[in-house]
């Protein structure tokens, strides 16, 4: 706090020649310095004057306290501002998994760099990481890369923030393009292939710790809701809400990707399915119904090997079903029911959130609303990855065009 005032002092009274109490004829300052001492100085008699001389005088004591508060902190150990920035991290709610995967990509970062303080983090220094990352054994992509950027930035703007940086050292880091370097493209189940597999799972047994028929009534609220793996493998019971007009499954902000709660309208017919499994099962209240991720279970079970044990049952039972030699040869030819298609596309588990996508883009649901249903931030990214058009539907497409006129067809 720093203002000025004018201070009583004792003057001379020219009339009665005697000492009296009366407003200085300077004005005076009261400020507190870069020790937090809160100090009193006498300056000029012009107000305007002392304004100024006043607000020089607070900037001396801000740069003083920055200066001092900046190599404090460059002095300080860059793990011990790491731990710091972690538990900033669980203050804010983060989930467990998010704090631990983005400490651990800073401390890689730092591990593998080497900045003997704060202020040798630089974009150099993070691309020469980066680099290494991409040409080491595992070859991350461009998608992995970036999300070490936003880690490492993140932890910057951070110590920008609590005024342990003076300036953002990574102001000039772009993120990659990672439509450039696909690593694991994927594509929607059409209906009769989503129908296949969910008989192959009903009819099959345990894969990865998981019954069939779990498995089965696991893939439909992937393919009705567009839940995640993390976010299916935490829901119990308490988790549905069926007995309203409007039955519903909601996600806690814990372990939704989003950091909030997350709540979505369930398919009659899926209610109706999960009441018959529930009825089957008999699980307990608190119980987690898909223990698929290792916030859930033990161990991580890897819904991949489901999915694709699933997926080559039914491709089996699709091919055998053939009448002829020549239909058999074109279904064995054919993508069908495959977990990756000949352009290298996956339809794992994730690949049923596409599924769900997909399917509202087919039943004409606004891009608007299918973007809020997909909980996606950007509606670019509901419209150009998750929903896909396939080569059948582009067909009737451009057939549904006007034909050629007599007139231009020449006649």
Not at 42 to 69: G, H, P, S, Y
Not at 153 to 166: H, P
Not at 243 to 261: F, M, Q
Not at 371 to 391: C, E
Request: aromatic share 8%.
């Amino acid at each position: 706090m720093a203002n000025l005032y004018k201070k009583n002092v004792y003057v001379k009274d020219l009339k009665t020649g005697k000492r009296v109490k009366g407003p200085s004829k300077n004005w005076w300052a009261r400020y507190t310095d870069a020790d937090g001492i809160e100090r009193r100085v006498a300056l000029v008699a012009d107000k305007n004057v002392a304004q100024k001389m006043l607000a020089e005088l607070v900037k001396r004591a801000e740069r003083c306290i920055t200066v001092d508060t900046y190599a404090e902190a460059i002095r300080t150990p860059v793990d011990e501002h790491v731990d710091d920035f972690e538990q900033y991290l669980i203050s804010k709610n983060n989930s467990p998994e998010h704090v631990s995967q983005t400490v651990n990509q800073i401390k890689l970062y730092i591990g593998t760099a080497k900045p003997r303080t704060i202020a040798q983090i630089d974009t150099d220094s993070v691309e020469k990481f980066l680099t290494g990352l991409r040409r080491g054994k595992k070859k991350i992509s461009l998608g992995t890369c970036n999300h070490y950027i936003r880690a490492i930035k993140s932890f910057c703007n951070w110590l920008v923030k609590r005024k342990r940086l003076e300036r953002h050292p990574l102001f000039d880091l772009s993120l990659f393009n990672a439509e450039t370097d696909p690593r694991h493209l994927r594509r929607p189940l059409e209906p009769q292939e989503f129908d296949y597999m969910l008989k192959a799972a009903q009819e099959g047994g345990s894969v990865e710790g998981m019954a069939g028929r779990d498995r089965r009534m696991f893939y439909i609220l992937a393919a009705w809701t567009g839940f995640r793996k993390g976010e299916l493998g935490s829901v119990t019971l308490r988790h549905f809400k069926l007995d309203g007009e409007y039955p519903t499954l909601t996600i806690h902000a814990s372990h939704s990707k989003r950091k909030r709660v997350d709540t979505q309208f369930l398919h009659p017919d899926v209610v109706a399915e999960f009441n018959a499994w529930v009825a089957a099962k008999n699980p307990s209240p608190d119980e987690i119904l898909f223990p698929v991720s290792d916030k859930s279970s033990p161990t991580e079970r890897k819904t991949s090997v489901m999915v694709e044990r699933d997926l080559a049952s039914a491709r089996e039972v699709w091919i055998n079903e053939s009448n002829s030699d020549a239909e058999r040869a074109s279904r064995e030819s054919s993508d069908f029911l495959k977990y990756v298609d000949s352009h290298g596309k996956y339809a794992d588990v994730h690949g049923l959130r596409h599924t769900f996508v997909t399917n509202l883009a087919r039943a004409n649901v606004s891009p608007k609303m299918a973007q809020t249903l997909a909980r996606h931030s950007d509606i670019k990214l509901t419209m150009s990855i998750y929903t896909h058009v396939a080569p059948v539907e582009q067909a009737a497409a451009i057939k549904s065009l006007p034909g050629l006129g007599g007139l231009a067809k020449g006649k």
